[in-house]
């Protein structure tokens, strides 16, 4: 909604605010005050329009999903590093439902600006070695799988893995 410049001016006056109605003796509108400032904070690290994405994406709703992620007109001014690597992330997921080549795009893009979480890399490259085992790309495929397996460290993705490998193994 914000930009995110934006959301750091709006913390640092609510602060400075919070500052002067502790000065004036107002401790619980400070400390009110203080706690607003902080979802402005939150806020810029976590970008409203992507958590809702996600919201919708955790329903399935893939209409929904692309609603929230086309409000954000230009991802590389409006969001950090790691969120516009979500962000790709996000329409890599999207886009995998009927474009191989643009999914592609979109997990090496997010790949590349970073994803904090070790689960959501590993739910990348293993989308990347699906796409690489469909387009006959094996060797690229093998490493890619090999790099999911290795970053999937609570075995959330096994079942995945081992279906991959297993259709690896018929190529």
Do not use: C, H
Request: overall charge positive; cysteine-free; hydrophobic content about 50%.
């Amino acid at each position: 909604m914000f930009n995110k410049n934006l959301k750091l001016v709006i913390a640092a006056l609510i602060i400075g605010f919070a500052v002067y109605q502790f000065i004036e003796g107002n401790i619980g509108n400070g400390i009110f005050l203080i706690l607003l400032s902080l979802v402005f904070i939150f806020l810029y690290f976590r970008n409203e329009m992507i958590l809702m994405a996600f919201l919708r994406m955790r329903k399935q709703d893939f209409e929904g999903t692309a609603k929230w992620l086309n409000k954000i007109k230009d991802p590389e001014s409006a969001l950090i590093r790691k969120q516009q690597g979500y962000y790709n992330y996000l329409r890599g997921i999207m886009a995998s439902q009927n474009n191989l080549t643009q999914a592609e795009k979109y997990f090496k893009k997010a790949l590349k600006l970073g994803l904090s979480m070790n689960y959501d890399v590993a739910m990348a490259k293993l989308s990347l070695a699906g796409i690489a085992m469909q387009k006959r790309r094996k060797r690229e495929a093998t490493v890619l799988l090999n790099e999911a397996k290795k970053l999937d460290k609570q075995n959330m993705l096994a079942d995945q893995i081992k279906m991959m490998q297993q259709q690896m193994k018929r190529i």
